[in-house]
């Protein structure tokens, strides 16, 4: 049996929220990774996704990718496949999967940026659930490479601002605002 291991747990233990609903989730995914065997199971109510925002550093744009069962534009990412530990590792495969870009390096290190409970409504068999999300940002140098992995699952290159209007979700308006922060605070290469 896979653990949450010293990975889901350092990584939340060295990030610091950045308010007090952001503490609060922080608070209750940790105690959450420090008691169950296997925080990625999708069995568990509450269970850990990684997700990421891609950036196109030079041409400051974000990619969103239009969720169907959530129908709204949301960020790529998703579940721990049997044996993963390691958050980075997912999401990295995790959006090599949904954009085909075979480029993705942590950006501008491998840094959480948010964390966040997300309720999931009941849906393709699965009752409503929560999802522990670990976000961090990803980049390309290749943005005109990226291709959808299925019809109704587009991807669309955005300013933040444009994110920020086509997505219903709160959460996801918050770490598009904290991403255009930390690529503003970019040094240019």
């Known amino acids: 049996m896979r653990t949450a291991g010293p990975t889901?747990?350092?990584?939340?233990?060295?990030?610091?929220?950045?308010?007090?609903?952001?503490?609060?989730?922080l608070d209750r995914v940790l105690r959450f990774a420090r008691s169950v065997g296997d925080p990625w199971l999708r069995s568990h109510p509450?269970?850990?996704?990684?997700?990421?925002?891609?950036v196109h550093p030079e041409s400051g744009r974000v990619l969103m990718r239009r969720h169907a069962r959530m129908g709204t534009w949301l960020h790529v990412?998703?579940?721990?496949?049997?044996?993963?530990?390691d958050p980075l590792g997912v999401v990295r495969r995790e959006a090599y999967e949904e954009t085909g870009l075979d480029d993705?390096?942590?950006?501008p290190d491998a840094s959480l940026v948010q964390v966040v409970i997300v309720p999931v409504p009941a849906g393709g068999g699965e009752p409503a659930h929560e999802h522990a999300d670990l976000r961090f940002v990803l980049a390309t140098g290749t943005p005109d490479a990226a291709r959808p992995?299925?019809?109704?699952?587009?991807?669309?290159?955005?300013?933040?601002?444009?994110?920020?209007?086509?997505?219903?979700?709160?959460?996801?308006?918050?770490?598009?605002?904290?991403?255009?922060?930390?690529?503003?605070a970019a040094p240019a290469d």
């Open 77 to 85: 990412g998703g579940h721990g496949d049997p044996g993963e530990t």
């Open 46 to 54: 509450l269970h850990v996704t990684a997700s990421a925002l891609i």
């Open 149 to 184: 992995e299925k019809p109704d699952a587009p991807l669309r290159w955005m300013s933040f601002p444009e994110a920020r209007e086509a997505t219903a979700e709160d959460n996801v308006r918050e770490a598009l605002w904290r991403v255009e922060r930390l690529l503003a």
């Open 104 to 107: 993705l390096v942590p950006y």
């Open 8 to 25: 889901i747990v350092d990584a939340l233990s060295r990030y610091r929220a950045r308010d007090p609903a952001e503490a609060a989730d």
